[in-house]
């Protein structure tokens, strides 16, 4: 499976927009690009998912390098309830989801 | 509404001891899978089901054992042969197992399991 590689924490401002990188440079040309958050002692929540084109959706927008080889997920304005884990995952033809550690968001007031 | 359910939301195993983890949903998904997560860690794939009656190992199915007797329902059993149970576990769904990757998963609120 294609490994994705996430930083592991970011902070931002609430009211600001955060962009959370991932970089997937062995990802093949079926892989879907899919996002989950996690909030603090819950289950992952689906953020967002795309192939090629950029995503919107009422949660985040998703924006895809043209090589595919990186992806950015971007909350256009930052709220206390987005402080949580985000993971970026490549997903094929697999059944399940191969989370990474992901990326630690912190939103200060 | 529609979800998924897991009771309890913490259990806790003596030593040597089985213990059931619940898992329902009333989304009508034909897949079933179960994952633990460590602190501070992502999660891993205990088992999935992709059709009543049939189940897969995912990557630590050692100590672990489930059934898929109806649509809904995806029991996870923690048996005494799994040596260090205590984790957060949690219970997705999605419409098929299948298909090109584009499904999304839906998670329950997940169980702690805790060791005493």
């Known amino acids: 499976d294609a490994k994705t590689t996430q930083p592991n924490s970011m902070e931002s401002n609430e009211e600001e927009p955060v962009h959370l990188p991932c970089n997937h440079s062995?990802?093949?040309?079926?892989?879907?690009i899919h996002w989950y958050r996690q909030l603090p002692s819950q289950g992952p929540e689906y953020v967002i998912h795309?192939?090629?084109s950029n995503v919107n959706n009422r949660m985040a927008s998703l924006a895809i390098a043209e090589d595919r080889k990186s992806s950015t997920l971007i909350l256009h304005r930052a709220t206390l309830r987005d402080a949580a884990v985000y993971y970026c995952?490549?997903?094929?033809?697999?059944?399940?989801?191969?989370f990474g550690k992901g990326t630690t968001l912190s939103v200060s007031s | 509404d529609g979800g998924i359910t897991q009771s309890p939301k913490y259990l806790f195993r003596k030593e040597g001891q089985n213990v059931t983890l619940s898992c329902e949903q009333n989304?009508?998904?034909?897949?079933m899978y179960w994952y633990r997560q460590d602190p501070g860690q992502g999660l891993r794939l205990i088992y999935y089901?992709?059709?009543?009656?049939?189940?897969q190992k995912g990557d630590i199915a050692e100590g672990y054992s489930v059934s898929r007797e109806k649509k809904e329902s995806f029991p996870l059993t923690v048996t005494s042969a799994q040596k260090n149970p205590t984790a957060f576990y949690l219970c997705?769904?999605?419409?098929?197992?299948?298909?090109?990757?584009?499904?999304?998963?839906?998670f329950g609120p997940g169980t702690r399991l805790l060791v005493l």
């Open positions: 989304l009508n998904h034909d897949a």
């Open positions: 995952i490549l997903r094929a033809h697999r059944t399940a989801l191969i």
């Open positions: 089901s992709q059709i009543v009656n049939d189940f």
């Open positions: 997705a769904s999605s419409i098929s197992a299948g298909g090109k990757g584009q499904e999304t998963q839906y």
């Open positions: 062995t990802i093949s040309g079926t892989d879907y």
């Open positions: 795309g192939l090629t």
